[in-house]
RNA sequence: GCUGGAAUCGCGUAGUGGCAAUCGCAGGAGACUGUAAAUCUCCCGGCUUCGGCCUUCGUAGGUUCGAGUCCUACUUCCAGCA
């Protein structure tokens, strides 16, 4: 399917956007997701210990997969036997897939990157692997997501503001190329904007990267190691006002509740994260209220289950809360489940993580709609 | 009863004459933002002014400059034989 964004209302005070994302298959028929929303992260394929049923049951829309993952494993050409994406993985909405972009910043080191594309040491066998923007929208066209991303290359939050000018002007280089090669006429392919905490190169990356012309624009390099939180603000200030306002907006990797709130505030569409999910594996349930980091960060707060106290604790997650796990399950339940190492433990708190954050693009979007949101954001901070 | 083996942190283990406390589990806590993550980090005998100090290898003796380690006796457990 091929996205459309519609923008339906913009906040009177903040700007921040209620809108529309449609995706159109083939034949004409549509699917509609409000936005701001939030896409849960299936990297391999799958949200990890969520059935499609589940991710379905959260409100989630769009989901993520990964092209580097996929591409090693099971290989693009067993999922385009299998059918394409939707079909191998069971899920009729729409998926996104990242480039791999992502990937060059992971598993890759610097030396690793050159303007043909970037060496990989694969996590798997230890063996070499060489990505190239043509070949990762080759494979992104094969796996048949919805939305597809432009290889990038996504730098630390460390990196000087020569290196991301080289990085961006190859970066930009990779989107013509990989542009070039895109053959499958059903997937929108979106561009992707660099250049740190820097507003010269923001401003410059967006601007030639719209030139470029894509189906929609994603933010990228941001909210990486120990990125301060200013700078990623900046990152969306800097980029955001020269993306075109009919056309989806994509806030890459970003999904602490406080981030949400300020991107969206900053004119962003859409977001992904893999912290519901990983952190859901390791015992933590997102809660209502902020809590400060060791830095003095405000961050999500949340309730590490695993934890002693809650062994005789029987209420739900979280009173307010109507995922599965809340309206079900106890807090003691979890954590004999977590402690027990029980897979059902993860499954749960994914599911309450993921509808937290989903619920709350959801009091977003009533809020814009209202033209609230400046007292909507002034009551979360309260 | 006899013969052999064993006894080290809550549990299981390493250590075989030279700074006891290795590793795993259990336990306590923390980190995690386009997933190398159901992972990783820290603590886990007692005190502590965080520099250290003290205790401790089933019990009691012994040999030795020095013993968790060798010897003797005892206790408990395991296996085999009666």
Known sequence: MKVKYELIHQDKTTGARFGKAIFIDENGNTQEYETPMFMPVGTQATVKTLSPEQVKATGAGIILANTYHLWQRPGEDVVEKAGGLHKFMNWSGPILTDSGGYQVFSLSNPKGITEEGVKFKSELDGRELFLTPEKSIEIQNALGADIIMSFDECPPATADHQYLKNSIER????AA????????????????VQGGPHEDLRRWSALETVKLGFDG???????????????????????????PEDQLR????????????????????????VSPTRLARHG?????????DAAGNLKENRLNLKNAGFKEDFMPISEDCDCYACKNYTRAYLNHLL????????????????????????????????DRFAEFIDEFYN
């Open 171 to 174: 970066t930009l280089r990779w």
């Open 284 to 292: 933590n349930a997102l809660i209502p209220g902020l809590r400060k």
């Open 217 to 243: 624009y994603a933010i990228g390099g941001v909210a990486n190691d120990d990125e301060e939180k200013d700078d990623m603000y900046k990152a969306i200030e800097y980029s955001v006002p020269y993306l």
């Open 250 to 273: 994509y806030l890459m990797g970003v999904g602490e509740p406080v981030d949400l709130i300020e991107s969206v505030r900053r004119g962003i569409d859409i977001f992904d994260c």
């Open 339 to 370: 402690r027990a190492g029980e897979a059902f433990g993860a499954t749960l708190l994914s599911i309450h993580n993921i509808r937290f954050l989903i619920r709350l693009t959801e009091k977003m979007r009533e809020a814009i709609k209202e």
């Open 177 to 192: 190329r990989g542009k070039a090669v895109h053959k499958n006429e059903n997937q929108s392919l979106f561009g992707i």
